[in-house]
């Protein structure tokens, strides 16, 4: 066997080993209801595999869709009036997302920016519910989607 043969052989096997390691890792530290940050960039990452990915906590509690919907029957960000380049998407998903956090904790909620087409980028907000479903909330309306009801080309970012 030359030297090459050995190098790729156990560079495969790193590979391999890497991969199945994190996933063991994935599935040993599973409790009901919480993710872990490990877990939560495997899931997002298998998601959107070329968003820039933001997870700051540690562990994250998942929320179920009616409590979101209750809050965001309760919250006025919605009612707010959109001023271009001063309280536009962005600002909706933010102020959002920190409510949510502020009345929840430290729950599976943040907020992804997308391109809706080529020349359209938009910021909405987003959650992980304790089936591990996710949705997106649009926070100028509040409307919850399923992920495969929201039209979109791609995820640049998000944060959690």
Request: proline letters at 2%; charged letters at 25%; one cysteine or more.
């Amino acid at each position: 066997m030359n030297k090459w043969t050995v190098v790729f052989i156990m560079w495969a096997f790193m590979l391999v080993f890497s991969t199945l390691y994190s996933v063991y890792i994935t599935v040993e530290d599973d409790e009901d209801g919480i993710m872990t940050n490990k877990q939560l960039d495997f899931y997002l990452a298998m998601k959107f595999p070329r968003a820039e990915r933001m997870i700051v906590d540690a562990k994250y509690f998942l929320i179920n869709k009616s409590d979101v919907s209750l809050y965001l029957a309760k919250n006025p960000i919605n009612k707010r009036r959109y001023i271009d380049d001063v309280y536009d998407c962005d600002d909706f998903a933010f102020d959002l997302w920190r409510g949510v956090r502020h009345q929840y904790g430290n729950i599976a909620f943040g907020v992804i920016s997308i391109n809706e087409n080529i020349t359209s980028k938009h910021c909405l907000n987003f959650f992980i519910d304790e089936n591990k479903e996710f949705y997106f909330v649009e926070p100028q309306n509040d409307k919850i989607y399923k992920e495969n009801e929201m039209q979109y080309d791609s995820v640049n970012w998000l944060i959690i």
